[in-house]
């Protein structure tokens, strides 16, 4: 059994919420709350597994509250249900701790599904925000990374690959139909590039940075 806790400051939306959810035999909700303050109020007796969160209340915002009941009843895994898409609440959610992030606007078969899903365990993120979550961790990609494989050229990544694939430059200038001697010349640029000075190094970096799926 889900046990479910909807925080939201109007009460229409709590109730159509409650009389969705309680449609499902797997679904129980044990409380509701109006703000972030009393929804820590009554966590803590009210045990549940997942928070229904919306963001904007007064008293004490959803971000705010997400952030108190990671402290203060970690065992309840918030589900944020907002109106906003914009990336700064979304960003602020999960650094908060939230476990999931769903639109006022999703269906009811998918306020459902993240449920469930938060409930799981899983990290859920609506459609409507994927987009938005992808963009901003591409930004977060640290430069030296997004710096080295700009730096590389389309055949000297080619080249990276069958190196840490364990082709000697024999094999490489047969695949990739050039003469040893160029192979060399690639080799020595990627090490140059990447600031890496052997094989071993080279075939670490390419299975950390995915370039081949050769395992350790």
Known sequence: MIRVMIVDDHSIVREGIRILLEKFPDIEVVADADNGRSALEVAGSASPGVVLMDTSMPGMNGIEATQRLGVECPSARVLILSMHKDKRFVAQAF????????????????LVHAVRAVAAGEIYVCSGIIGVVIDDYIKRIPDSFAQSEAALTPREREVLQLIAEGNNAKNIAFLLKINVKTVDTHRQQIMKKLKLYSIAELTKFAIREGVTSLEN
């Not at 650094?95 to 998918?110: P, Q, V």
């Open 95 to 110: 650094r908060a701790g939230a476990r999931g992030y769903l639109l006022k606007d999703c269906t009811s078969a998918e």
